[in-house]
């Protein structure tokens, strides 16, 4: 057998040597929409959302057409010493690109030569002039991971001379780049730069000629579903294609990485297990759920990215932590700076002017993080912890069972509590209840389609098996009725017979426990507390 390709997760996608979702349409858009129309902009998106890739896509289509100048900022902060570094290094970085492209020797000659000391800055704003001029090609700059320096003067100096060069070829007395594409994760439009310290900021970089960058970069079902079946032609697992891209879709909203870091895991991790012995085992529903259960809890370069900004940045933790546990809604304003930081981070989206999770996986690794915080100190996860062997029998999970521990053991810790701590609090006990007895063999996440202050459905996945609860603040006898056939009709959506709901009841009178209620051809196992 020959040499197959390998899904990535690390640098540049390349199409000869990884498996690759189709990205042709947004590729030819970018190019129709903003290259082709002289555009200068900014490809803003989270970390590992696939610029690097994109930029590299955007070179390979254009090269031929165009002279196309990739360069990056990953790893030249000697470039920003002084405006006569960074001049003497970019010029450096273009006549290295342009001989290895085999480019005319005039051209590579514009230069090398030294770089003026007094002016560097005037000085390579008059190379890239004679340089477009004597270019048979429009030419196109492209610069990866331009946040590196964002926030230092020296670079903002770099972007006012591409600007002045961009307006003055616009009235005709200037020849310059066609386009600039800057890549990296902030808005440098709206660049906020510290000048001393604390004590002085400003925001606006001179970048505000450059187009708003509109282009969804998630990858599509129809796009995962394109790369698994080019996996298939390789691999025969006769796995169900479009099933499958349909749930990592579901899981990831197609984020690039994620996506990637699925199948990778699905292909060299789960395949060749005790459970999974090969390749058409592992691509199969059960064989995802696995590798669901391991990107949740592994360590990689995102999440510890993701880690790292929720430390930064407290507001926006305080933030997705009530998203995620008071049922709180948030209605999406963009000049809210927490909720723009979450949208650039990747973190959330705006779902029907709301603000939701990004994606199933983020979700899962929140609660993770908040809930590990709490753990050794809940009362409610110890009593879980203490018992939780009881609750698995024949690998199936006995929600029942748990939903009448958790009533017992609710009562007993938090039954003098106000009704407000129970308002705010009680959801996320049930979940902290929950979390040891799945730990490492199943996970949960919230329906986002049902989240709210009244009513919140967790999904359990469990070996395979999916449990549905409801998590719901008692408000009357009418409106509960109604969350019964609401639950009802959600047992449809999965397919399910049998149900469960946790009502947290303030009436005084309540009867506390676990009861069956049959509607129609489901089953309800209800508990009140």
């Known amino acids: 057998m020959g040499r197959h390709k390998k899904f990535n997760t690390t640098g540049i996608c390349i199409p000869s040597m990884h498996y690759m979702a189709d990205t042709d349409a947004m590729i030819n858009q970018i190019i129709e929409d903003y290259i082709e129309q002289g555009e200068y902009f900014t490809i803003n998106r989270a970390r590992q959302f696939g610029k690097t890739t994109t930029l590299e896509l955007i070179y390979q289509k254009l090269k031929e057409k165009y002279i196309v100048i990739d360069i990056s900022f990953e790893a030249s902060d000697e470039y920003f010493q002084s405006l006569g570094t960074l001049a003497r290094g970019l010029a450096m970085d273009i006549a290295d690109h342009l001989h290895v492209e085999g480019s005319p020797e005039e051209l590579c000659e514009i230069w090398e030569s030294p770089v003026s000391e007094e002016f560097p800055l005037r000085d390579l704003g008059k190379r890239i002039t004679l340089f477009c001029r004597k270019s048979d090609k429009a030419v196109i700059l492209t610069v990866d991971e331009v946040d590196k320096n964002a926030d230092n003067q020296i670079f903002l100096s770099f972007l006012g001379m591409l600007r002045e060069k961009y307006l003055k070829q616009k009235s005709g007395r200037d020849d310059t780049f066609k386009s600039v594409i800057l890549a990296g994760v902030y808005d440098i439009k709206n660049l906020k730069l510290r000048l001393h310290g604390a004590e002085e900021s400003k925001y606006n970089s001179p970048w505000n000629i450059a187009a708003d960058f509109r282009i969804d970069m998630s990858l599509t079902e129809a796009g995962i579903m394109g790369m698994l079946q080019d996996y298939e032609q390789d691999w025969h697992t006769g796995m169900d294609t479009g099933d499958m891209s349909r749930q990592i879709y579901s899981y990831t909203s197609g984020y690039p990485f994620l996506v990637s870091r ?93 603000v939701a999770v990004a994606n199933r996986i983020f979700e899962m690794r929140f609660y993770n993080y908040y809930l590990a915080e709490e753990m050794l100190d809940s009362h409610i996860y110890s009593a879980s912890m203490q018992i939780k062997n009881q609750f698995i029998h024949g690998n199936v999970l006995d929600m029942e069972l748990i939903l009448r521990k958790f009533v017992e053991h609710f009562t007993d810790i938090y039954g003098d509590y106000t009704d407000q701590f129970v308002e705010e609090n009680g959801r996320r006990l049930f979940l902290l209840y929950l979390k040891p007895i799945i730990n490492g063999t199943g996970n949960y ?24 609860v409801e998590m719901k603040i008692y408000h009357g006898n009418e409106y509960h009725l109604r969350g019964e056939k609401q639950l009802s009709g959600y047992l449809d959506d999965y397919h399910l017979e049998k149900g469960y709901m946790i009502s947290f009841n303030f009436n005084k009178k309540k009867q506390v426990g676990v009861r069956k209620v049959i509607l129609g051809d489901k089953i309800l196992i209800e508990a009140i507390v």
């Open 262 to 354: 699925l199948c990778k895991i699905i292909d060299e991790q789960v395949a060749g297990t005790e459970e999974f012995p090969d390749k058409s085992s592992a691509w199969t529903k059960e064989g995802f759920q696995a590798a669901v259960k391991r990107i949740v809890y592994e360590s990689n370069t995102l999440f510890d990215d993701v880690r790292k900004k929720l430390d930064e940045y407290p507001r926006l933790s305080e933030m997705i932590y009530k998203l995620l546990f008071n049922g709180k809604s948030i209605a999406y304003t963009p000049d809210q700076l927490e909720i723009d930081m979450g949208i650039r981070f990747g973190f959330i989206k705006c779902q029907n002017d709301q």
């Open 445 to 468: 996440y919230i329906e986002s389609r049902t989240r709210s202050m009244g009513r919140t459905d967790v999904i359990v996945d469990y070996l395979g098996k999916q449990y549905i």
